[in-house]
């Protein structure tokens, strides 16, 4: 996760902030490293979080773009269902 904040700062082509930085979030009884970026696009702010987590030698990644706090309580609601077997 620290990677993919550092290509992302380093070469976005508009301002990218990290508004939290790495830290654990569970999801479907799983571990997920989170960080979450807002970006200015000349005037408009987009609020992203990034989930990532390793399984398998795989990486599972969930990307979550909201406008208000309501519409991302909706969106963790929705990923509180995600179920892992």
């Known amino acids: 996760?620290?990677?993919?904040?550092?290509?992302?700062?380093?070469?976005?082509?508009?301002?990218?902030?990290?508004?939290?930085?790495v830290y654990p979030q569970e999801i479907g009884g799983a571990v997920f490293s989170a960080i979450d970026f807002?970006?200015?696009f000349?005037?408009?702010f987009i609020n992203?979080?990034?989930?990532a987590h390793i399984r398998k030698?795989?990486?599972?990644?969930?990307?979550?773009?909201?406008?208000?706090?309501?519409?991302l309580q909706t969106d963790i609601e929705i990923l509180k269902s995600v179920v892992f077997k």
């Open 1 to 21: 996760m620290k990677a993919l904040k550092n290509v992302l700062l380093k070469y976005s082509q508009v301002p990218v902030t990290v508004i939290r930085d």
């Open 38 to 40: 807002r970006t200015d």
């Open 42 to 44: 000349s005037g408009v």
């Open 48 to 51: 992203q979080k990034y989930f």
């Open 57 to 71: 030698d795989y990486v599972l990644f969930f990307i979550v773009t909201y406008d208000t706090p309501e519409q």
